[in-house]
């Protein structure tokens, strides 16, 4: 096998080992496998633009949820408050009717 390589290698010229080398190159260009520094950096900050963005979107939504939940709390509160003096003007009531009813 290794006759035959050292056989093909002599017989190639140096104008087919540049087509070759031609070839190759054009073939990494057309696929994409090399790309120019300022592409990339380019697509990484907007990558991280994007990312920025929306940590800022999530962040505004959690500001939201915290103020919804703080909201929900203060009306349990008050609900809970209203509550408490309904049973006692209930119990207020019985007693002033207790009160009525044994001086009658």
């Not at 290698?9 to 140096?14: D, E, N, S």
């Not at 380019?42 to 505004?60: K, P, Q, V, W």
């Not at 939201?64 to 309904?86: F, G, K, P």
């Amino acid at each position: 096998m290794d006759g035959i390589s050292s056989v093909v290698l002599g017989q190639l010229t140096p104008s087919v080992l540049l087509l070759a080398l031609l070839l190759m190159l054009a073939r990494v260009l057309i696929k994409g496998d090399f790309v120019p520094r300022a592409t990339v950096d380019s697509l990484l900050s907007a990558r991280d633009a994007e990312i920025t963005r929306s940590n800022s979107r999530g962040d505004e939504w959690h500001a939201a949820y915290e103020t919804e939940r703080h909201r929900a709390d203060l009306l349990a509160d008050q609900n809970h408050a209203l509550i408490e003096v309904a049973r006692t003007v209930e119990h207020v009531i019985g007693a002033l009717e207790a009160v009525a009813s044994g001086h009658a």
